[in-house]
């Protein structure tokens, strides 16, 4: 990779811009061939070629910079950003949630991650929370949203929406994560996950669909 030259003043955004995502391919890099706890911060800046003050510019520390791999990572395999606003049906878009959760656990690349954040998790407890941040603003807030205007629409009974959609999700997820995890997954396809997902589906339609009185109630 051809080395950006930075005069005197401020460089140009785009400029700035390549260069963190040059900083956090290399650390991403890294994270994952040597772990975090054998991974610093001048090994970060000497693979990037980069100097460890211009780093720390941009990053904090090595919690901050590793954060940032893991929102780039989960937003990137996620099914996009954007927050569901007045979707005519929550339930739909909750079940298209899950079919995303379930290709982001099958993808290699996140897997490998999730490993090293098991791995290093006692030690280092900051990389849960990096994890645990960007899965919720990817997945489990947007899950908690729909199930939330489900229940105004009066599709969904009453009851906690954090635990209806972590009940829907690790309800999805879990098996095929550990699996995933333990490298004991079989050959898997879209339609092994079509398959999977009506099954919970249909299971958690059943459990969260309101009572006679409570539809009266609406």
Not at 62 to 76: D, N, S
Not at 122 to 150: H, T, V, Y
């Amino acid at each position: 990779m051809e080395r950006a030259r930075i005069g005197p003043g401020r460089p140009p955004k785009d400029l700035v811009g390549r260069l963190d995502d040059h900083v956090v391919a290399v650390a991403d890099a890294l994270f994952v061939e040597k772990g975090y706890g054998a991974t610093s911060i001048a090994s970060i800046a000497a693979r990037a070629r980069v100097g460890k003050q211009t780093l720390y510019r941009r990053f904090p520390d090595k919690a901050a910079l590793f954060r940032e791999v893991i929102r780039r990572r989960i937003g990137a395999m996620a099914l996009g950003q954007a927050g569901i606003v007045d979707t005519p049906d929550p339930l739909a878009e909750l079940r298209k949630l899950g079919l995303g959760a379930l290709d982001m656990v099958r993808d290699p690349e996140f897997l490998r991650l999730y490993r090293v954040i098991i791995a290093e998790a006692e030690p280092f407890p900051e990389l849960a929370c990096a994890a645990s941040d960007n899965w919720g603003a990817s997945f489990g807030d947007r899950c908690i949203e729909a199930i939330k205007q489900a229940q105004a629409m009066g599709l969904c009974r009453p009851g906690s929406p954090e635990l209806l959609a972590q009940s829907f999700l690790w309800g999805l997820i879990g098996d095929v994560l550990l699996k995933g995890l333990t490298n004991s997954a079989g050959p898997e396809c879209r339609a092994a996950d079509e398959n999977r997902l009506a099954t919970i589906w249909s299971i958690f339609l059943e459990g969260v669909a309101p009572t006679e009185i409570e539809s009266a109630r609406l």
